[in-house]
């Protein structure tokens, strides 16, 4: 189930936002200071987008690594 927060980027505004093969991007659009930021998500791990005040802060990058563990 998605979550009502996430909202689908229309295919006419991807144009705007190009899409890279492999990469995954997060958008914030902050309403408030009416700025846009952009961020390369890492390959594993939790990302965290903090607000302050109803306006958008920060982005947090929690990269997490793989290890295979030898039995």
Do not use: C, W
């Not at 009502?4 to 229309?10: F, G, P, Q, S, T």
Request: proline content about 3%; overall charge neutral.
């Amino acid at each position: 189930m998605q979550n009502e927060r996430i909202h689908k980027i229309d295919s006419n505004e991807l144009s705007k936002y190009p899409i890279k093969k492999g990469v995954i991007k997060v958008i914030v659009l902050d309403g408030v200071e009416n700025e846009g930021y952009s961020a390369e998500l890492p390959g594993h791990g939790d990302t965290l987008i903090h607000t302050q005040k109803g306006t958008f802060h920060k982005i947090n990058f929690v990269d997490e690594h793989l290890i295979k563990l030898i039995k």
